[in-house]
């Protein structure tokens, strides 16, 4: 089946056929060959645990900071995120490390909490929240838009078509991996749909190699997997004590491992022509 | 697997043996032994298209009248809905024919159009759109939750748990197909999901026949299949000129074969112990 | 996305507008407006047990006795059936009762111990043993092929195809769930494939709700969904004393419960224009 | 869902820590740190066609030589393959050029024609034919087992274990893509797999670029892919002229894209411990 490409008004590379490259801030750029790699909590915990991570995943090569201040979570009564305060904390870490900040919106109506934001996240369960991606539209925020769970490409373009039709071109799609009846996993990450994506779009796309698993083990050889299918670069959850993580701890890696799998990556980075 | 029950607190049944009985107005009940059937177009399209079909399924057993003013489209360039102005025509098909309103909402910021309207339906695109489940529990409107293309059941109650712990206990579960690689069908409708629900919680649970399966001529067995699996009503598509329908025509019935299938659940209703 | 009809020689409703009536023998029939019941234990476990099982569902009103000799596990060190000795018993089932057997071959070598069955079972796992389907349709034998658990509708007719494509008329469809990514249920049970199924084909096509759901209480409803949906029949598994079952206990409903199913079936029938 | 490793006896790695390397002849071997490429057409066409690709991949860095002579096909009416004689072919490459001959059964009675065969593949639709892996348990020829399209890891192995429990040790798993919603590729590649089956067992895993997406331009990214998650070889369709192929010519890539990436895959080779 093929895409219906069609259908796609300003996300198709038909419409735009170099790569579009999307400067986030601090120099740090997303599509047109380079590899980026954002890193972070699964959560904000405090002003100590997000300020170390950034410094730390800095040291190693990240070149953005990822970080939940309003989570997601399947039941009402898990850990909602630290919200403002969370905010305040990420900014901090701004502040001493240099490093753009990625983090998830919820609601439209904390718009005003991202303004020092670098780039605003659209989670998986969001991404056909059509009212919110039509606000983000009318935003000049990069944004990181996930795939959905049982999202095709197809709706994931669309998605992002959505966002550009309002106005803001600047979008960085994500493959996090979708629903099977494969259960190791906690999901199945489609490393084949990079190509295709790449193919079909000028936008950047690039994998989440930890929600996809839900495996740590698993997140240094999908990183590499990642690049070598296409990606314009990797998002990986790194925490500093996993076994205490008030979130995702079971898919987070250490610092250390975050240092030896970008010392992979450069390595491995003049390979596919890509600068890391 | 088992469903992991302790997980709900004012959706499990065994916090609330008896079943859950939803007024919606009007004199028309949800559960409790009720087999209520909601019947609509897929999107309202004018006053008189909305007034007709309301007229007629009435006259054929329609407790409730559906039809979409704000509509999620995959597109952004695909029909929207007449938004404001379709609530209006739903409201006047209201006033004509007495049937309560059944409508979705897209976003929180839209309440105030949702008045007069007699329950509000989250689509499976929002049903982990954790905000807006929370500001709907802090309304007093019943609220029809419909089950996400891939979402489990324990996710489903999960999200009506959203909407009753900040007090809204009225919600009515509805389940309206999965996604799986069988593509003659639009979505895989997962009947077997409806005793087991009946058995976890103390909601109502209807089915959806026309958007799970796509297609107008299984309407009818599932529809009686529904009812036969033990579902406490149904949500159906009719339109009186499918072919020209502005959205979902193909899995629209008319209004004769709507009043064929609701003569034949009337029959099978003694059997199952449903009033019709 | 439609059927490939075109593809469909013998098996297509075009070539054969007429239900196709399968005689078992006995005064045994599937199709045409019969409603025909199979039960019986997952697996021979003795004589005894058989017989048993056998004279208390024909009572209740199943037309033929289902049990496997030749079981197909996902682990080699689990039981593997009785092998010809349970053969023998199923046989003896049969002398004492008059009901035709139906169970599963894994091997086309093992034909010979077949001659007096009467539905030879062609199981998921092997709905694409083209080697085995081909050799089946060389038999005069009525063959019950059961849908796998990935494979489409387009696939199952295809592989009714090739049994007819040898010669043997006589196939009898079977579904029977599909993977999905929900749990809770062993397998998602598709009953809009039976419409489908109906309209495409000449062929009888009964539900297999056993092994779809897991369940032992989800039999009833999806037995009652299933003629609803326009089935022609059931395969149920019934088992004297389920929790010491050597197979498959958990969706095994005892004797009684049977009973109480077929009498509820009974009064449905004349609504949906079955013989049972 | 951890796997249970448990029902695991002679695939587990906890009963064989050390990989497990395959030598399957002419010097060529699977696992202990080789990576192995497979290639040729999805089935053999002619002398001609099978010799001269042979002795083209043979150049490119193939180390052994696929080609279907018996074809598993959806329908009856599709080319089956030129068996015998398709075999006969086989071999007269295998004599041309020293290749390792790989080619695929489906019926043990056909064992006696692959007396000169260096690998017997079990495709995935046979994956769980548990008759078929017992017999080839019995013999002493390495067995490439493909997933089945809807099985899970916990079932490839326990397959493995089949063949393993009747005295044949010597078996090579292959990821071949798993059945999604997603349609734009014709499975969905599961490369997460990789690792968690090189954590479980010490076999040998490869992988099969082509039938897994099903597009020849996504051959390429997917090998190098493949590599990098830690896959111990490929199996990689090549056709000398795929518009004209009997099969699968969508996904059939040209001898000149085959060198391509083999030379690719070699610079990668050192980077991730792979003799190639």
Not at 123 to 134: C, P, S, T, V
Not at 159 to 170: H, L
Not at 238 to 251: F, I, K, S, W
Not at 253 to 264: G, N, R, S, V
Request: glycine share 10%; aromatic share 6%.
């Amino acid at each position: 089946m093929e895409l219906k490409e069609k259908a796609f008004k300003s996300v198709s590379r038909k419409a735009h056929p170099e790569d579009t490259v999307i400067d986030i801030g601090g120099g740090v750029k997303f599509g047109g060959g380079n590899f980026t790699v954002i890193a972070g909590p699964c959560s904000v915990e405090s002003e100590e645990q997000i300020v170390g991570i950034a410094k730390s995943v800095k040291k190693s090569g990240a070149r953005a900071l990822r970080g939940g201040a309003f989570k997601p979570r399947s039941s009402p009564y898990a850990f909602q995120g630290l919200k403002a305060l969370g905010m305040d904390y990420l900014l901090e870490a701004k502040r001493e490390t240099g490093l753009p900040i990625v983090t998830e919106i919820l609601n439209i109506a904390h718009l005003s909490l991202f303004r020092d934001v670098d780039v605003i996240q659209v989670g998986a369960r969001n991404m056909q929240n059509f009212e919110l991606l039509k606000e983000l539209g009318k935003t000049d925020k990069p944004i990181l838009l996930k795939r959905g769970l049982a999202n095709t490409l197809q709706e994931l373009m669309m998605s992002a078509e959505y966002i550009m039709s309002e106005g803001n071109a600047r979008v960085i799609l994500c493959e996090r991996g979708i629903r099977t009846f494969e259960g190791v996993t906690r999901n199945t990450l489609d490393l084949s749909c990079i190509p295709i994506i790449k193919e079909a779009t000028h936008l950047p796309v690039i994998v989440d190699p930890s929600h996809s698993t839900g495996i740590a083990r698993l997140v240094a050889p999908m990183s590499y997997a990642s690049m070598a299918a296409g990606a314009d670069g990797l998002i990986i959850e790194v925490h500093n004590d996993p076994e205490n993580a008030l979130c995702d701890g079971d898919q987070s890696i250490l610092p250390a491992e975050f240092d030896f799998i970008t010392q992979k990556l450069k390595m491995m980075a003049g390979l596919f022509d890509k600068k890391l």
